[in-house]
């Protein structure tokens, strides 16, 4: 830490010399570990859809193209539900997910959730918003 406070505070204005590294290192050596993370996204966006079909059936999901991120529609979910998802996942199931209104109009009844997460996470949260509202 010591040696870390002697950089001027400028040095982090810019690309900094082990972010160049890091970056190069990333583009030489990193296309198996990348496959292997698209490949995940993938089959955890066909999980998701499954998973709501069985378990949240009121939440509408498409899956988008290039990305890690779920665009969730839960606007026929039931009353306090639809009217703030984000929160309603967070208090009553303990599911942190994006609130739809943080991305513009149209937002509103939507939430975000992250792919980028491993099979039993991914399972485990549909589970618990699904039984914060079944009771």
């Not at 010399?17 to 292997?36: P, Y």
């Not at 208090?91 to 149209?106: K, N, S, T």
């Amino acid at each position: 830490m010591a040696d870390l406070r002697r950089i001027p505070e400028e040095a982090s204005h810019g690309v900094q010399h082990v972010s160049v590294i890091a970056h190069v290192a990333a583009l030489d050596h990193g296309e198996e570990w990348l496959d292997a993370v698209l490949a995940g996204v993938e089959r955890n966006a066909h999980l998701l859809t499954d998973l709501l079909a069985e378990h949240l059936p009121h939440v509408r999901y498409r899956p988008g193209e290039a990305t890690y991120l779920a665009w969730l529609d839960g606007r026929d979910l039931p009353g306090d539900v639809a009217r703030d998802p984000r929160a309603w996942f967070l208090e009553r199931a303990g599911v942190a997910l994006e609130d739809g209104r943080r991305f513009g109009p149209g937002g509103e009844g939507h939430v975000r959730l992250n792919l980028a997460t491993n099979v039993g996470v991914l399972t485990e949260a549909v589970g618990r918003m699904a039984a914060s509202i079944t009771g």
